[in-house]
């Protein structure tokens, strides 16, 4: 399987981490958005887009990255993201990023998502909250998660 990881981490590299357990499980190399070619991604069985959580959101630069595609063929495609908060029932923030890579034509085939060390206001206040993570067991999951797409996801003929 070709696979690639779309990922932007800017806070305290925590998507990074998670990323980086997943590319390696998937023999895929990890890249920000701005290294990506949209045009490559055509070449490739399997695409990961992940970032932190902003506002309830997926970082902006990697919805422009994802606005920005052409029409792709069918690929399958994952999203993974790490944040502070779980993702509130009312604003299912998946769901978003998710139907704009459907509209370029990938296939989301399954999602991933972790608390991190989180310092957004008014978090920052009090010095953050879930420091320590992603941890052992976030990274372990993250593992298990890539696992599971490496043996379900089949290449297309």
Known sequence: MNALIVCTSVSHG????????????????????????PAALAGYDLVGFGSGIFQMSFHPQLQEFVRALPPQPATAAFLFSTSGL???????????????????????VDTFS???FDTYLPFKL????????????????ARTFAEHLRTQTVPAS
Request: overall charge positive.
């Open 14 to 37: 925590n998507t990074r981490k998670i990323a980086d357990v997943m590319g390696e499980v998937l023999s895929a190399p990890v890249m920000a958005p701005e290294q990506v070619d």
């Open 86 to 108: 779980p993702e509130p029932p009312f604003r299912r923030y998946n769901r978003s990023l998710e139907r704009l890579l459907e509209q370029k034509g990938l296939e989301v």
């Open 114 to 116: 972790c608390r991190a």
């Open 126 to 141: 009090v010095g953050g909250i879930r420091k320590g993570r992603p941890d052992i067991n976030d990274l372990r999951a």
